[in-house]
T-cell receptor, first 110, second 116 residues
Framework: GNSVTQMEGPVTLSEEAFLTINCTYT??????LFWYVQYPGEGLQLLLK?????DKGSNKGFEATYRKETTSFHLEKGSVQVSDSAVYFC?????????FGTGTSLTVIP | GAGVSQTPSNKVTEKGKYVELRCDPI?????LYWYRQSLGQGPEFLIY????????DSGLPNDRFFAVRPEGSVSTLKIQRTERGDSAVYLC??????????????FGPGTRLTVL
């Protein structure tokens, strides 16, 4: 089938800590992969994306690499800030449909 | 410019009633998507429009759910004979093209539907 599995939260980190949120997918063909972020009280917004194998998406210090061999798209940031506190959703797009993971809540404490 | 807007922001209704949820996409965006997000879950695809036509409605859970986009802009999601299990946040997103390979989806703030 087609699905996205991401690391369960909640995740709590101290400021400047290293962040990894794991995401793996199952799909036929070659989907595009995305990370969306939802800040408190706001709507979903695109954080980064990758459209083919070995592509690296990056934005606001976050990075994720499209790994076809491991069907993964893990989100990383070297030094998180309090303002990164949000819910992060991994998603894959195939054809006209997006499939989202269940979301990982991140809280960064000063 | 304005983003995707959805009205109402909150809707409380009684079991068995009919509801309509409205989405105003970003001007010029040809693709429009509806999703449903239950508590603690990611958005679940419901239906996709390209222009005026429903190109893919495979995510609609049953025939109580219907959506229209008569002029290729505003869309309305309609739910008949609502059930408590329909309670969720309904999200709308629009995109300038239909290709997920090249185009970002822009999401609205959602409508929180509560069925009592």
């Amino acid at each position: 089938g087609n699905s996205v599995t991401q690391m369960e939260g909640p995740v709590t980190l101290s400021e400047e800590a290293f962040l990894t949120i794991n995401c793996t997918y199952t799909a036929t063909g070659y989907p595009s992969l995305f990370w969306y972020v939802q800040y408190p009280g706001e709507g979903l917004q695109l954080l980064l994306k990758a459209t083919k194998a070995d592509d690296k998406g990056s934005n606001k210090g976050f990075e994720a690499t499209y790994r076809k061999e491991t069907t993964s798209f893990h989100l990383e940031k070297g030094s998180v800030q309090v303002s990164d506190s949000a819910v992060y959703f991994c998603a894959r797009g195939t054809g006209n449909q997006f499939y989202f993971g269940t979301g990982t809540s991140l809280t960064v404490i000063p | 410019g304005a983003g995707v807007s959805q009205t109402p922001s909150n809707k409380v209704t009684e079991k068995g009633k009919y509801v309509e949820l409205r989405c105003d996409p970003i001007s010029g965006h040809t693709a429009l998507y509806w999703y449903r997000q239950s508590l603690g879950q990611g958005p679940e695809f419901l239906i996709y429009f390209q222009g005026t036509g429903a190109a893919d409605d495979s995510g609609l859970p049953n025939d109580r759910f219907f959506a229209v986009r008569p002029e290729g802009s505003v869309s309305t999601l309609k739910i008949q004979r609502t059930e408590r299990g329909d309670s969720a946040v309904y999200l709308c997103a629009s995109s300038p093209t239909s290709s997920t390979a090249f185009s970002e989806q822009f999401f609205g703030p959602g409508t929180r539907l509560t069925v009592l």
